[in-house]
């Protein structure tokens, strides 16, 4: 099994940045994302990258603002969060192992809340 612990999230303003960082232990070649859930919304796809790293997916809302990235020598995905909006508010999960389009493991998330 592959357990992921996400740190990083906070308060920040409208058009600040922010790292989130992923560790995980386990078996760590593989496919790695980034989802989101605001209150009273479905959880959302973020970013994606495959297990060499070499391929990233980003939903619209954040292509372009963000990036997903991934040190396997740490066993460690991050997700860059650049000019961020106050509709990026939520708590961002990582997650691990994607097979047939679907994630086996996931983290606990952290909160990430904007201002305006």
């Known amino acids: 099994q592959v357990q992921l612990v996400e740190s990083g999230g906070g308060l920040v303003q409208t058009g600040e940045n922010l790292t989130l960082s992923c560790a995980a232990s386990g078996r760590t070649l593989v496919a790695m994302g980034w989802f989101r859930q605001a209150p009273g919304k479905e959880r959302e796809f973020v970013a994606e990258?495959?297990?060499?790293?070499?391929?990233?997916y980003y939903a619209d809302p954040v292509r372009g603002r963000f990036t997903i990235s991934r040190d396997n020598a740490k066993n460690t995905v991050y997700l860059q969060l650049s000019t961020l909006k106050p509709e990026d508010t939520a708590f961002y999960y990582c997650?691990?192992?994607?097979?047939?389009?679907?994630?086996?493991?996931w983290g606990q998330g952290t909160q990430v809340t904007v201002s305006s």
């Open positions: 990258i495959n297990s060499n790293g070499d391929m990233t």
């Open positions: 997650a691990a192992d994607r097979y047939s389009g679907e994630y086996r493991y």
